[in-house]
């Protein structure tokens, strides 16, 4: 277990500076080498993210990050766009993304915060056999201006 990784997920719509007139959050696993998907569906859109963590030599992460976007595009029909990038980051640093593109100024109609920590079982042992609803993760939010 001492290689697991939680990954905090939270998407929204709205402005940065404002409360957000959507939002959902979510908590993952995963290990180094296996990829994370987030999966967002909408009447005229779908937006696929799949993040793969690498360990890297300097103590950070390697990320591999794919996305995909779907969208109806009125009458010419259903239009596609695709990215991938890799990122090293630091343990709890945040990761954007704004899979509909965002305007100079921060706006962005969708936008996706990713962060990954390590795994830290909540009762402090190496995570091994714990009884059932014992091994609940304990999370930690790292918040950078």
Known sequence: MGEALVVHISASIGQPSAA????AKDIKYTIPGSAVSV???GKDVAVLISITPYKAKDGHLLLVAQGQVWYK???AGVGYRTTI????VAYGERILFYPLGAAAEGAAPL???LSMDKYKPA????GMATP???GA????EKSTP
């Open 20 to 23: 957000p007139t959507w939002e």
């Open 39 to 41: 999966k967002l569906l």
């Open 73 to 75: 595009d009125g009458t």
């Open 85 to 88: 990038n890799t990122l090293s």
């Open 111 to 113: 936008r996706v915060e």
């Open 123 to 126: 009762d402090g042992s190496s």
């Open 132 to 134: 059932s609803g014992a």
């Open 137 to 140: 993760a304990a999370t930690k």
